[in-house]
């Protein structure tokens, strides 16, 4: 588990430029900050969590939604612990609030996606359960199974999903 002064709590607005400060370094210098709008901390802050130390330093956040499409599917759209606090259960703990909370408003099944090379990322997904596609459309690469060219700009993505078995 996480270190015990860990605390949780829904993100506000007013997080987002603490996020966009992390988010490059914490992805291991990739440039990802794009994908984080302010929109993120407008309008998805009630399924989304901040993790912070005791002291208030920002720990890990993971920025999730209900699908408005299919509201039995949970998606994570973006998930970080600092790079100080890896592999101590900070990432689990993430994942297990948004998925107690998203079970009880009856999402059925988590899905997240990364870029096939992030290999600590596919790690992390099976270690807690996740399955990566691989019916039609995916291809082999790097060991998994990815969708090539998913997003049009040449990057292969690795998709994954979870039933959210009952409580
Ligand atoms: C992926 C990430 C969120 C994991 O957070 P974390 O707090 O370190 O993960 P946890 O300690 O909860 O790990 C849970 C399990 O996942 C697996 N795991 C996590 N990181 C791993 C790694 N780098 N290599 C191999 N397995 C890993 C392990 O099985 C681990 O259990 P164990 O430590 O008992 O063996 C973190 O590495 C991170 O922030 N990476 C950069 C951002 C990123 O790539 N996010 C995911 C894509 S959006």
New binding site residues.
């Given amino acids: 588990m ?1 270190d015990g002064d860990i605390r949780f709590r829904r993100p506000v607005e007013a997080d987002h430029a603490r996020l966009i400060r992390v988010v490059d370094d ?3 210098g990739r440039r990802l900050r794009h994908l984080l709008p302010r929109l993120w901390l407008q309008h998805y802050t009630s399924s989304s969590w901040i993790a912070e130390t005791a002291d208030g330093a920002l720990a ?1 956040f993971l920025i999730g939604f209900i699908s408005p499409d299919d509201p039995a599917i949970g998606y ?1 759209h ?4 600092s ?1 100080n ?10 994942y297990a609030a948004f998925a107690d909370d998203l079970r009880a408003r009856g999402v059925r099944e988590l899905r ?1 996606i ?1 870029w096939a090379g ?4 596919i ?2 997904h099976q ?2 359960g996740f399955r990566v596609d691989d019916g039609p459309g995916t291809v082999r690469v790097y060991g998994t199974t990815a969708y090539a060219d998913y997003e049009g700009d040449g990057e292969d993505i690795v998709a994954f999903r979870r039933a959210l078995e009952d409580a």
């Fill in positions: 996480a914490w992805w291991g890990g994570i973006m998930v970080a612990a790079p606090i890896r592999r101590r259960g900070l990432g689990r703990q993430l997240a990364t992030n290999r600590q990322s790690a992390f270690a807690l």
